[in-house]
């Protein structure tokens, strides 16, 4: 591995003057299960990516740890660990739509260790942009080799230039649940709700988030759902135990007395190179009996994609799981 | 630039001199020479190199010995006591729960944090515990049976203990602030 210097702030005005003071080489570090374990280690750099020449480590920041909940909602440390999200009841009571898809990430050992701003902020998992061989638009290079390459795992939705697909699980679970990121910086603090938190290649190849080099994430903020509000999530894998998502599909919304689609979310995950948030549907659902309109309305994320040549079965899953998704929260 | 490190690792205090890109599972193996913990893909994958990090089970090939500062780390060589295996070696020893034994430390503390947290697993919630440990030989009904029969050895034991269904707790930083490089340069 590449050898760095390292800083240990005690607290985040410490870390935030840090990467001020050495730049865009500097790069926060949570746990480490990806910036350590995947990109350092394996190597992932280009022009637009460098390896960094420091890392801050937020794990000595004592406050960026913990959970609390209130009637106004739950605010959740940075470097709270997803194990720590899992167990927490006071967490599955109300939000237990990013229970389960914490409970989703990787396997034990991982949560155990990762952090939910490690997971929501980890780059994405694209084979060619994790591979040392290809110099792809998303390090700074010319290419994206997913266009003619095997791209069975890429975006359906939402892919220009670049065809990622965002990896984070906790990211999707929070998009559904009008979550919001707090973000310390030089030039003070700011709340960004997750729906403009994510950007796209289009607006900033080299990056998934509006996540300065200077700022840090230090807390997530989930407002109380409304009374009677229904949450699920599901996540397709390849393989039973720990991988990432082929597509995953989180849906918090309330319905009426008689069962109509009163407010909500439907939020996929690994079918677009951000959280993608399903609008078509929701719109499609507003004010009609969930259970007899599902079926239509799922069948709308066919308008907003545009499969690439080996994964156009993700259509399929995606619209499949939707419509799971939302009569499994029905009950 | 190397960084002054206190780990506890086994309940003896090791104090090192280690530069930051050094993982977890090398400063055991190379800087400690404690080689229990093994090294399989080296990038969290396989589980060969799980050791409790205050308790945790946690990959040591994805944590930096740095992050390790002021903790203390159990590998495989604190599970027995003078000389006798604890439960959990006692019942894959039982159960035959290895072949070529290379994944087998890591699996012994994946079972070990299971079996804290849940003292009754279900043979298919021991199978979600341990997903993020591979044994290339393939031996996992045996692993499974090993691990039921070492949580039926705890319970035994511990009867009282084996009902009370512990609280979720939030790790905290125990690294030492004296040590800890300034954070502005």
């Known amino acids: ?331 | 630039m190397k960084f002054p490190v206190e780990i506890t690792v086994n309940g003896v205090k090791r104090r090192s001199e280690v530069e930051p890109r050094l993982l977890l599972v090398h400063y055991l193996r190379d800087v400690l020479e404690i080689t229990g913990t093994h090294v399989g893909c080296e990038t969290g994958i396989c589980g060969a190199c799980t050791v409790h990090l205050d308790d945790e089970a946690v990959k040591s090939c994805m944590v930096l010995a740095v992050q390790a500062d002021g903790c203390s780390v159990t590998t495989v060589e604190g599970l027995a006591s003078d000389g006798t295996l604890d439960d959990v070696q006692q019942g894959f020893w039982e159960e035959h729960g290895l072949q070529c034994g290379y994944c087998t430390p890591g699996l012994l503390m994946s079972a070990h944090d299971l079996l804290r947290k849940s003292p009754n697993p279900s043979a298919e919630e021991i199978r979600r515990a341990i997903n993020g440990n591979l044994c290339r030989c393939t031996g996992y009904q045996t692993i499974v049976h090993s691990i039921q029969n070492a949580a039926q050895k705890m319970r035994a034991k511990k009867p009282a203990a084996a009902k009370q269904v512990q609280p979720a707790k939030l790790r905290t930083s125990k690294r030492k602030r004296e040590q800890r490089r300034p954070a502005t340069v």
């Open chain 1, 1 to 331: 591995m590449k050898n760095f210097e390292l800083y240990e702030p005690s607290n985040v005005r410490e870390a935030v003057a840090t990467l001020v003071k050495i730049g865009p080489k500097a790069k926060v570090i949570g746990g480490g299960s990806d910036l350590v374990a995947g990109v350092m280690k394996d190597w992932v750099q280009g022009n637009g990516m460098p390896l960094p020449d420091a890392l801050v480590d937020l794990s000595t920041i004592p406050q960026l740890k913990g959970i609390k909940v209130d009637k106004t909602g739950a605010t959740i440390g940075a470097m709270t660990t997803l194990t720590e999200i899992v167990e927490s009841k006071d967490l599955q009571k109300q939000f237990s739509l990013l229970t389960q898809a914490a409970h989703s990430v990787a396997s034990p050992l991982i949560r155990n260790f990762g952090t939910l701003g490690g997971n929501i902020n980890q780059r994405p998992r694209c084979w060619f942009y994790r591979g040392a061989e290809f110099n792809c638009y998303k390090k700074g290079g010319d290419f994206c080799y997913s266009v003619g390459g095997d791209n069975r795992y890429h975006a359906i939705i939402g892919g220009e230039l670049c065809y990622i697909v965002h990896p984070s699980d906790t990211a999707t679970a929070l998009l559904a649940l009008n979550a919001q990121a707090k973000i310390a910086g030089p030039r003070g603090d700011r709340t960004v709700p997750f729906d403009q938190y994510f950007i796209g290649p289009r607006e900033d190849v080299l990056r998934e988030n509006i996540l300065k080099a200077d700022e840090v994430m230090t807390e997530v903020f989930i407002p109380t759902p409304a009374p009677g509000t229904k949450q699920a999530w599901s996540k397709l894998k390849n393989r039973q135990v720990y991988d990432f998502a082929i597509v995953s599909v989180a849906a918090a919304f309330t319905t009426d007395a008689s069962g109509n689609w009163a407010d909500g979310r439907v939020v996929l995950g690994g079918v677009a190179p951000v959280p993608y948030r399903a609008t078509n549907i929701e719109n499609q659902l507003k004010g009609k009996n969930v259970k007899n309109s599902i079926k239509q309305a799922a069948a709308t994320i066919r308008t907003a994609a545009r499969p690439m040549s080996m994964n156009a079965y993700k259509v399929d899953v995606a619209q499949t799981m939707v419509e799971r998704t939302i009569l499994g929260a029905l009950g």
